[in-house]
Structures are given as C-alpha cells and as structure tokens.
C-alpha cells in the first residue's frame, strides 16, 4: 500500500530531479534492521527509515524544506502508529515529559 505525500515546499534534488509529491510505501523489518546497524541510538533512526518510506536519499532529504520534512516525520509516526503521541515524546528531542504526582502513602 502507498500513500502520497504533497510537498508544501516543493524542491530540486542533487539529483537535479524536481520533486513535489512523494509516494510513501510502508516500512519492513528490513528497513528497521538497516536503520539499526547505522547507530544503536533511536533518534539517529529517522533519516534512514524516512528515506527508505519516500525512496530518496539522504541527500534528497537534506534539501527538502523544513516544514515539509516535519510534516512528513508526523505523517511517519502516524504509519508506525504513534500518531496519537505528543510530539516531544515520539521525536526524542530531550524535553521532560509531564510530571505526574504519586503519593508516598499505600492507602
């Protein structure tokens, strides 16, 4: 199954490709095992298994604008099924999560 993804911001690839819609394709196994052996750090995982979702390079995603590239993560952690997560907590971007208050007393 493939999904569409319409750049806001369209671009030029190194490639000298214009790229304006990307076709989404759901992730393997394969792509997590290879996004793993790049580095053991799960917020270094994004790049590779958007690249391999979108068929582009790490090149190509480099030069995508911003915002397209955010909306892209969201529209990404929505295919994994972490769409309903707050953002802070899906991208690991070191912000404290919500304190939650625990009573020492076992009443």
Do not use: C
């Not at 394969?30 to 582009?56: C, F, H, V, Y």
């Amino acid at each position: 199954m493939q999904n569409t993804f319409k750049l806001q911001h369209p671009f030029t690839a190194p490639s000298g490709q214009r790229i304006d819609t990307l076709n989404l394709a759901r992730l393997k196994v394969k792509d997590m095992r290879a996004a793993q052996r790049i580095s053991n750090k799960p917020e270094d995982w994004d790049e590779p298994l958007l690249a391999a979702m979108t068929g582009l390079v790490p090149e190509d995603l480099a030069e995508m604008d911003l915002a397209d590239y955010q909306a892209l993560q969201k529209r990404f952690q929505h295919m994994l099924g972490l769409g309903s997560e707050p953002a802070a907590t899906v991208a690991g971007d070191g912000a404290a999560g919500e304190v939650v208050s625990l009573s020492a007393g076992g009443n």
